[in-house]
């Protein structure tokens, strides 16, 4: 087991890991999927591996907004900066990743007026500013990010705004799970589930993981000590035959989750009748689409996209790593092709990527091991 | 991405209910709360994210988050962030 003192609460930490230790079944594995990006990159950060009994086996999942957009979304949205007098915003996390004819740093590079944004707010003063230029807000993003590009729609609606349009690509986490659970290759015990998308939905949407899979979630938080207690959480529910959803992150998320964000979520999306994911495929009732009652601001309908279905590089096994099928130094890119410097796919973008997570901070003799 | 970063209230703004000033490591910024039912006052803590307030929190869970982007090397990011939010003038002009 790894020195524990480097941890903020080393004795807290040793004491949840040592009662794992204790509790798991040597006989037996477990597979546990860390739904959310933001827990991937902590486990990695903090070496969360090493403190956790081999026979635990965290499984990354599809939580990363960047990671399963697939290319032919980020060429629709990035065909929209090519339109003449437009300007196209989008969050940070977006600028590095690659479409079939490059970044949005590099055609930004190019010539096109492609802007970082840290709010949706900020895009809508862009629009403001440049009466005579039409703004694009590229949106990308869980629960956990969609109530702001709804309210910012409201907003701009309120401005009168007739130059201010988003690309909307927001995703819902529940379906993906769904859909990974359905998988046929995937063997699942059970999910440490997302924190921050729980503050906005609550923890009620996952109830049916327990009910219909029987298969237990823990919500929990970021810090190496909330996952340990998550993952022990979830050992307890296992032994003891139980599947219900318990919240470990009680001091941040309300069972109920954030009804005005909910409500302002129905008042400008309806659910698209599919979507597609990176690795996934289609997934029915994944995504949110604008209301046909405010199409004014919507991307899709004031641009004509190119719409076209692009796969992945053929050597990139990005969906396999998705689903957790293979781990990212399985892949045959991974490292070689493929790096955080020049990323072929968007695992290896954002710090919330299993690749780059893996990549950052993964030992050599670690990430050379599969 | 679902960088979440407490904030506290440092002003209200009357004639703007949608916004509120909020302190982050002595960067003040405006943000806007719109996603939150309950009442605000100064000094209250709440969790910002891409310009909106997610929740309200109290003065510890403040603090263990931000000690948790610190963890995770994501304060510098935060930071950055927060510099970056620049709407509040249009909630200045009447709609």
């Not at chain 1, 040793?14 to 230790?21: F, Q, S």
């Not at chain 1, 979520?265 to 495929?281: C, H, I, N």
């Not at chain 2, 910024?29 to 309200?56: C, M, Q, T, Y």
């Not at chain 2, 995770?72 to 009447?94: C, K």
Request: with cysteine; net charge negative; glycine share 8%.
């Amino acid at each position: 087991m790894k020195y524990v003192d480097e941890y903020r609460d080393p004795v807290l930490i040793g004491n949840v890991a040592r009662e794992i230790h204790t509790a798991v079944d040597a006989a037996r594995t477990y597979r546990i999927m860390e739904v959310c990006g933001g827990h991937t990159h902590s486990i990695y950060r903090h070496g969360l591996r090493d403190v956790l009994p081999a026979n635990i086996e965290l499984v990354h999942g599809p939580g990363c907004p960047v990671c399963v957009l697939p290319t032919g979304r980020v060429d629709d949205g990035l065909s929209i900066a090519r339109h003449p007098a437009t300007i196209l915003c989008c969050f940070g996390d977006m600028m590095r990743v690659p479409g079939t004819k490059g970044t949005p740093l590099e055609l930004k590079a190019q010539g096109a007026d492609i802007r970082m944004v840290y709010s949706p707010l900020d895009a809508v003063r862009l629009a403001q500013e440049n009466p005579d230029k039409n703004v694009c807000f590229f949106a990308i993003g869980f629960e956990t990010t969609a109530p702001s590009t709804a309210l910012t729609i409201l907003r701009a609606r309120a401005l009168g705004l007739r130059n201010f349009t988003v690309f909307a690509n927001h995703v819902t986490i529940v379906p993906a799970m769904r859909a990974i659970l359905d998988s046929p290759d995937m063997r699942l015990d059970g999910f440490v589930g997302p924190g921050h998308v729980a503050t906005v939905t609550g923890c009620r949407p996952y109830e049916f993981i327990a009910a219909e899979y029987h298969k237990p979630v823990v919500v929990s938080g970021f810090e190496p000590l909330d996952i340990l207690e998550a993952i022990l959480m979830l050992v307890r529910q296992l032994h003891a035959g139980e599947a219900k959803v318990e919240n470990q992150y009680r001091r941040i998320v309300p069972y109920e989750g954030n009804p005005a964000a909910l409500r302002a979520l129905a008042q400008v999306f309806v659910l698209r009748p599919y979507f597609e994911w990176r690795g996934l495929g289609f997934i029915s009732q994944s995504a949110l689409a604008i209301r046909p009652e405010l199409a004014a601001f919507d991307a899709e309908v004031q641009f004509e996209l190119p719409g076209v279905r692009v796969t992945d590089p053929k050597a990139a096994q990005c969906g396999e790593v998705l689903k957790g099928v293979l781990k990212p130094a399985q892949c045959k890119l991974f490292g070689k092709e493929c790096n955080p410097e020049r990323p072929v796919g968007a695992l290896m973008v954002s710090s919330e990527g299993a690749c780059a997570a893996h990549y950052r901070y993964a030992s050599r003799t670690e990430a050379l091991e599969v | 991405m679902c960088l979440a970063i407490p904030g506290q209230i440092v002003e209200l703004h009357a004639d703007q209910p949608l916004l509120a000033k909020v302190d982050v490591g002595g960067v003040r910024r405006n943000v806007n709360v719109g996603l939150l039912e309950e009442a605000l006052a100064p000094g209250d803590w709440i969790l910002i994210h891409v310009g909106f307030a997610l929740s309200k929190i109290g003065e510890k869970e403040a603090a263990e988050q931000l000690q948790m982007l610190k963890a995770m090397g994501e304060d510098e990011l935060a930071m950055e962030e927060v510099r970056g939010y620049s709407f509040a003038e249009q909630y200045a002009a009447p709609p």
